[in-house]
């Protein structure tokens, strides 16, 4: 950052008046005031800040070819920083009545993303506020989203070893995120789905978007929250009727990826007929009917990749994560264990050697 834009930066630091009457004054994530009961995790790498015309040059000033895709806060730019690397930056780009709710997101996205430091977590590279723009810049993962790839965008067909092997990098991220190992405290990411996740060149899972995260003080299994945020086909009956955020949301939500990943299906689908739409209520009532299952599996993947068992072990799974009451569901380091053992069961059921394994 240059030197006057330093001072300057520093000079409205100091001033906590206009902090808070000017909205737009960005603060540093230490300041934001997070109590913790636990000291947080070390941060491994801190976050970079970068300049609007940074962003402007690593990304031929916002041209179309770079566009990655489009979401609820603004577009998603593939760059080039002048250090040379590739990265994805996302540009706030929303209506005047949303900024409060945009800047809110921003804020907790910086604050609990660099702090940390997971394979399955997407990294922050950097942040962008310079007057009423912000940027965020994230490592870039050359395989997009996962929803493309189960809905035949993706330039690979999505066998059933490989949808297990995101099934775990994912749950492994989210059980990381609600140990206290994370920051100190678990946390709720709130926004969990299949276009959250992210696909390095090698199919790594890697969970992205915490602009909805919430930590939750140890202790305290429940927050009543005045909203109920998130994404429609995703959100925990329970959370939705009372307002009451846990853990096991998150949980409920994972659920419906694991079915996503099973049907090849959307979680909400408006083209099917009115008792179709969801894809919890149209299959729910299946997955424990191993007859029935079969006709659910996504016809997508080659017959030779799955084993029956290895489906009814992951369908039972998943009726057990979307269960309406969040207490009889699994916690997220139970279905990492479960996941590990359809993976182990699958590839000893189709005969795969382990060092074949170990490559998935
Ligand atoms: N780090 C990244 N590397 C590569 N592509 C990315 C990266 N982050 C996002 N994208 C792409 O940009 C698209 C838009 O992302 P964004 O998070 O803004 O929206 P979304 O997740 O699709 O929807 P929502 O705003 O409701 O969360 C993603 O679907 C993904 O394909
Ligand atoms: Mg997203």
Known sequence: MPFGLVSAWNKRRRSKSEDHSNPWVYKTAESWQIEYRNPPAKRHNASSVFTLKEMEEATCSFSDENLLGKGGFGRVYKGILRSGEVVAIKKMDLPAFKEAEGEREFRVEVDILSRLDHPNLVKLIGYCADGKHRFLVYEYMHKGNLQDHLNGIGEVKMDWPLRLKVALGAATGLAYLHSSSAVGIPIVHRDFKSTNILLDSNYEAKISDFGLAKLMPEGQETCVTAQVLGTFGY???????????TLQSDVYA?????????????????????????????????????KKLRKVIDPEMSRGSYTLESVIMFANLASRCVRIESRERPSMMDCVRE??????????????????????
């Not at 959100?235 to 955020?245: A, H, N, Q, V, W």
């Not at 359809?342 to 050697?353: F, Q, R």
């Open 235 to 245: 959100f925990d009956p329970e959370y939705t009727l009372t307002g009451k955020l």
């Open 254 to 290: 994972f659920g419906v990826v694991l079915l996503e990943l099973l049907t090849g299906r959307r979680a909400v689908d408006l083209d099917q007929g009115p008792n179709d739409q969801n894809l919890v209520l149209q299959v729910r009532h299946i997955l424990n009917d191993k």
């Open 339 to 360: 996941l590990q053992l359809i993976l182990y069961t699958n590839s000893k059921g189709l005969g795969m050697a382990m060092h074949t394994l170990r490559m998935i």
